[in-house]
């Protein structure tokens, strides 16, 4: 059965550490695999912006001896409407992966349901499993473990990358924390399948509205933006709701609130970042930051899991 890779919890946690021994294993043997040797190409598709992600996914296909295809889809019918059903069919028939960057999760899911190879999400409003990949190395490989170890995610609970950190972390064993206004609560259904992993797994979810609460003996806290892409209309209201948290503070990550995790607590934030609004740029550029590593790792971990997936197909 073709594997896709739509939402965190579509790798089971002994899967999920395979993917990132791959991923450590690639790092240091950069040009040692050869999966798509050929050229076989991979479709990676774009409904929105990207930088990291257009880029490692480029890099990557190409080390690993295949041909990135990369299209933004507002140049293609997709664009315009063609159905999705359609362009997995086209797809299919010529590429070893398609990657897609979209809005609605249902939209990948349809791409999924009528395609022959696998698919990867990269990144809906729902969901950025990739990116939590690299994050889970990246964690492992300042902190040498994941198991029992606390994340907590400062800003919008309802985000992709929140969702992503509740299913992905919970699938490694970790306590994930959620410090969120009211307003921006986690899915509860998301909520619900993390939990349920987290019974299996050791691990713990936990949803708070105090930001500080949330900081409290952390191993690592991300952070993302305050206005996902698809959400700019109703950015004025997330600044101020974020911005504020009622308690004389707010959801921002900075100085303060990163004294409140363990020593050595990483910092972490997918990118791109608004120094000022949800991270102070003195965390950002601080020495417990590893974003840097950490978008490096989107490279190595987005490599692994292509080569997983076609193990795997
Ligand atoms: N972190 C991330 O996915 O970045 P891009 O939006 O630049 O791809
Ligand atoms: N939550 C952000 C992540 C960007 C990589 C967004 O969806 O815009």
């Known amino acids: 059965m073709t594997r896709h890779f739509l939402r965190d919890d579509d790798l089971a946690p002994a899967e999920q550490a395979d993917v990132l021994d791959l991923a450590d294993a690639m790092k240091k043997d950069r040009f040692g695999w050869r999966t798509l040797a050929g050229p076989r190409a991979v479709a990676v598709l774009f ?7 257009r880029v490692s996914l480029t890099v990557g296909i190409a080390e690993l001896g295949g041909h990135p295809l990369v299209i933004d889809t507002q140049a293609t019918h997709l664009g315009r409407g063609e159905a999705i059903e359609d362009v997995a069919r086209v797809l299919s028939r010529q590429v070893a992966v398609i990657a897609w960057r979209t809005f609605a999760q249902q939209r990948i899911e349809a791409l999924a349901a009528a395609a022959t190879v696998p698919v990867i999400n990269a990144l809906t409003d729902q969901f950025h ?7 889970l190395q990246t964690i492992r490989e300042h902190h040498g473990s994941l198991g029992g170890r606390t994340l907590a995610f400062l800003g919008d609970g ?3 990358m929140a969702h992503s950190y509740l299913l992905g972390g919970a699938t490694a064993g970790m306590t994930v924390r959620i410090g969120a206004p009211e307003r921006f609560r986690p899915g509860e259904p998301v909520m619900a399948a993390a939990a349920r992993i987290a019974a299996q ?16 003996g952390a191993d690592v806290i991300a952070t993302d933006v305050w206005a996902s892409m698809g959400t700019e209309d109703t950015r004025a209201e997330r600044l101020a709701v974020l911005g504020s948290s ?10 303060p609130k990163l004294a409140l995790g363990r020593p050595g607590c990483l910092v972490l934030h997918c990118l791109p970042a608004h120094r000022g609004e949800e991270i102070s740029a003195d965390v950002l550029d601080g020495p417990n930051s590893v974003v840097w590593d950490q978008a490096e790792n989107r490279l190595h971990s987005g490599k692994a899991l292509l080569a997983w997936l076609l193990e795997h197909a």
């Open 47 to 53: 409904d929105k912006q990207s930088l990291r992600t």
């Open 129 to 135: 499993p990739c990116q939590v990949l690299a994050d």
């Open 158 to 160: 309802a985000s992709n």
């Open 201 to 216: 797994t050791g691990a713990a979810v936990e949803f708070v509205t105090d930001p500080r609460a949330a900081c409290e």
């Open 246 to 255: 009622g308690r004389d503070d707010s959801y921002r990550l900075d100085g």
